[in-house]
T-cell receptor, first 109, second 113 residues
Framework: DVKVTQSSRYLVKRTGEKVFLECVQDMDHENMFWYRQDPGLGLRLIYFSYDVKMKEKGDIPEGYSVSREKKERFSLILESASTNQTSMYLC????????FGQGTRLTVV | QQQVKQSPQSLIVQKGGISIINCAYENTAFDYFPWYQQFPGKGPALLIAIRPDVSEKKEGRFTISFNKSAKQFSLHIMDSQPGDSATYFCAASKEWGAQKLVFGQGTRLTINP
């Protein structure tokens, strides 16, 4: 079974903090994605990566950056957390289908 | 701009009934249409998917109906069970496979026993 592991289930951070969300996959997939999930909006793509050290912006990249130093690890970075970034964040790895992690519920206060 | 519109937002169905969730898309370049199921505290998981060269795909109690001319597709859950209670997302992408999926808004389905 594909395993996508997100480092935290719940996080509470203060406005202005730099926040790191980590994602690790164990299937040697090339493609990794970060989405955020909000009620009534579904999942929206933040950033994705097709290879190590490669990244591309998704539909809502503002306020975020990513890092992919190793194939199995894809990190989402909130440079200066704001309250409107309170959300559920989902990492996915993609082969012929998308496999999601369990999500990180981030609250920015 | 929501490229994939999903309805209803919430749905309550009696056990044994048929649950129907609808999606409409705008981009005719989409050629892969999956449905994802998400239980509380879990990430979404692929339920069933279809390509536009067929009008229907069935897997057990789950069926996707696809209408290319109307740019619409729907999920039918036959003989709905309480264990089907979850949030369902339709999605679409431009490439076969799950690259850069565009998701609908989600439907919270509740099956009453």
């Amino acid at each position: 079974d594909v395993k996508v592991t997100q480092s935290s289930r719940y996080l509470v951070k203060r406005t202005g903090e730099k926040v790191f969300l980590e994602c690790v996959q164990d299937m040697d997939h090339e493609n990794m994605f970060w989405y955020r999930q909000d009620p009534g909006l579904g999942l929206r793509l933040i950033y994705f990566s097709y290879d190590v050290k490669m990244k591309e912006k998704g539909d809502i990249p503002e306020g975020y950056s990513v890092s992919r130093e190793k194939k199995e690890r894809f990190s989402l970075i909130l440079e200066s957390a704001s309250t409107n970034q309170t959300s559920m964040y989902l990492c996915a790895t993609v082969d012929t289908e998308a496999f999601f992690g369990q999500g990180t519920r981030l609250t920015v206060v | 701009q929501q490229q994939v519109k999903q309805s209803p937002q919430s749905l309550i169905v009696q056990k044994g009934g048929i649950s129907i969730i609808n999606c409409a898309y705008e981009n005719t370049a989409f050629d892969y249409f999956p449905w994802y199921q998400q239980f509380p505290g879990k990430g979404p998981a692929l339920l069933i998917a279809i390509r536009p060269d067929v009008s229907e795909k069935k897997e057990g109690r789950f069926t996707i109906s696809f209408n290319k001319s109307a740019k619409q597709f729907s999920l039918h859950i036959m003989d709905s069970q309480p264990g089907d209670s979850a949030t369902y997302f339709c999605a679409a992408s431009k490439e076969w496979g799950a690259q850069k999926l565009v998701f609908g808004q989600g439907t919270r389905l509740t099956i009453n026993p």
